[in-house]
């Protein structure tokens, strides 16, 4: 049964420290996307890659946040330093993508919950 | 231009109503149409989805209908079942893109028993 992980699933920090959160996608996926959901603006992409390649990561605040795919089984999404407005729930997702099969579906790990005191 | 406008933000239906939401998009590019359903504390995860060729599309007791010269879509939820109680998100993205979605704000049902 094939899916996305993320770790942690739970992490409460200080104001200021560094947070990474970790997102395996499902093997063989080529396209990997950040998103932050909290309760007043829903869920908003923050990047996205393509074998590995990051696309677009427009919707990340560009002084405090990073994403990585170090290797195609592994991305990385940074905060330093962190701040309470930055509590919120970061799911990762992965997709296949590819001209032959025109499929939009993403699969959705099953979250971070951070929490900046 | 690039947004999908959800409505309502919560629903409350007793258990074996018609559970209905609608959703509203201004870009003609768009031509593909998912929903995702997301219970507390998990994932969305995908539920149905249309593409503008046809105007209907039917799964159990889900049911996608799309009226492209409106420029709305809507989920219909038969005989809604506590279990359904999740949250509802629309979403649309378009074959030129680089396949990233554009969600809908999400709508809360709560299925009564």
């Known amino acids: 049964d094939a899916r996305v992980t993320q770790t942690p699933r739970h992490k409460v920090t200080e104001m200021g420290q560094e947070v990474t959160m970790r997102c395996q996608p499902i093997?063989?996926?080529?396209?990997v996307f950040w998103y932050r959901q909290t309760m007043m603006q829903g869920l908003e992409l923050l990047a996205y890659?393509?074998?590995?390649?990051?696309?677009?990561d427009s919707g990340m605040p560009k002084d405090r946040f990073s994403a990585e795919m170090p290797d195609a089984t592994l991305a990385t999404l940074k905060i330093q330093p962190s701040e309470p407005r930055d509590s919120a729930v970061y799911f990762c997702?992965?997709?296949?993508?590819?001209?032959?099969?025109?499929?939009?579906?993403?699969?959705f790990g099953p979250g971070t919950r951070l929490t900046v005191l | 231009q690039q947004q999908v406008k959800q409505s309502p933000q919560s629903l409350i239906v007793q258990k074996g109503g018609i559970s209905i939401i609608n959703c509203a998009y201004e870009?003609?590019?768009?031509?593909?149409f998912p929903w995702y359903q997301q219970f507390p504390g998990k994932g969305p995860a995908l539920l149905i989805a249309?593409?503008?060729?046809?105007s209907e599309k039917k799964e159990g007791r889900f049911t996608i209908s799309f009226n492209k010269s409106a420029k709305q879509f809507s989920l219909h939820i038969m005989d809604s079942q506590p279990g359904d109680s999740a949250t509802y998100f629309c979403?649309?993205?378009?074959?030129?893109?680089?396949?990233?979605?554009?969600f809908g704000k999400g709508t809360k049902l709560s299925v009564k028993p």
């Open positions: 997702a992965s997709g296949l993508r590819s001209l032959a099969a025109y499929t939009d579906t993403q699969y």
């Open positions: 093997l063989g996926h080529n396209t």
């Open positions: 890659f393509r074998n590995r390649a990051p696309l677009d």
């Open positions: 870009n003609t590019a768009f031509d593909y």
């Open positions: 249309i593409r503008p060729d046809v």
């Open positions: 979403a649309a993205s378009m074959r030129g893109s680089q396949g990233n979605l554009i």
